[in-house]
C-alpha cells in the first residue's frame, strides 16, 4: 500500500488548508483511509476518516466543524480542507488505510506539516 500525503505547510491561526493523500487505484477502492496527526511531544491522534460514499465523515472533536474531510474516486485522492486552523492543529499530518471498517489502521504514508502560527 502507498500513500502519498501533500499540501502542508505554514499558515496563520484562523487560516485554511487542504491536504491531499493519493493512492493506488486498488487501495482507494478496498482500503479504508484516513488521516491522522502527531503534534510534537504527543502521541499520534485520529483526525478524519470519510465515509465510504465520501459524503460525510468521521472527525474527532478537536475538529469538528472546522476540518471536512472527502474522497474523489476519480483521483484516487482523500481529501483534509482544514479551515479556522488554530496553533494547536501544528502537527505533521499523516494518511493511513486499513483493510475494513473495524479493522486498525496498519499502513502508514509519510507525513506532511502543517504549521499554524498564532
Known amino acids: 500500500v502507498q500513500l502519498q500525503a501533500s499540501g502542508g505547510g505554514l499558515v496563520q491561526a484562523g487560516g485554511s488548508l487542504r491536504l491531499s493523500c493519493a493512492a493506488s487505484a486498488h487501495t482507494f477502492r478496498n482500503f479504508v483511509m484516513g488521516w491522522f496527526r502527531q503534534a510534537p511531544g504527543k502521541e499520534r491522534e485520529f483526525v478524519a476518516q470519510p465515509s465510504r460514499s465520501g459524503t460525510s465523515g468521521y472527525y474527532a472533536d478537536s475538529v469538528k466543524g472546522r476540518f471536512t474531510v472527502s474522497r474523489d474516486g476519480a483521483k484516487n485522492t482523500v481529501y483534509l480542507q482544514m479551515n479556522r486552523l488554530k496553533p494547536e492543529d501544528t502537527a505533521v499530518y499523516y494518511c493511513?488505510?486499513?483493510?475494513?471498517?473495524?479493522?486498525?489502521?496498519?499502513?502508514w504514508g509519510q507525513g506532511t506539516l502543517v504549521t499554524v502560527s498564532s
Open positions: 493511513a488505510s486499513k483493510t475494513s471498517i473495524t479493522s486498525p489502521y496498519d499502513s
